[in-house]
């Protein structure tokens, strides 16, 4: 069973920024892919990008593309969503995901297994 953990939302202004954090540990692999989804109220969850067990970044949102970055530290298992350039529209929870394949499963959330309990992240204009 692997646990995630995310930390680093809060309330921000637009333009501001934030480092989300995902720490990942248990599960049978070492090193897992870790995306990141984020969910507005009533709506569905969105993939926002995702990195390799490697550290290859897969690709972002077109919403969120050149204003986040992903990033992982290998030795500590953990990954990085770099936010910079805050938007109202960004506001959000936050989930970093794993699969139990411990591979990159796509950017649809139902190929996930193991999901952190979410951390806010709110942008005022």
């Known amino acids: 069973q692997v646990q995630l953990v995310e930390s680093g939302g809060g309330l921000v202004q637009a333009g501001d920024s934030l480092r989300l954090s995902c720490a990942a540990s248990?599960?049978?692999?070492?090193?897992?892919?870790i995306s990141w989804f984020r969910q507005c109220p009533g709506k569905e969850r969105e993939f926002v990008t995702a990195?390799?067990?490697?550290?290859?970044?897969?690709g972002y949102a077109d919403s969120v593309k050149g204003r986040f970055s992903i990033s992982r530290e290998i030795g500590k298992n953990t990954v990085y969503l770099q936010m910079d350039s805050l938007k109202p529209e960004d506001t959000a929870v936050y989930y970093c995901a794993a699969s139990r394949s411990s591979y990159y499963s796509g950017p649809d959330s139902v190929n996930y297994d193991y999901w952190g309990q979410g951390t806010q992240v709110t942008v005022s204009s």
């Open positions: 248990g599960g049978t692999s070492t090193n897992y892919a």
């Open positions: 990195i390799t067990r490697s550290g290859l970044t897969v």
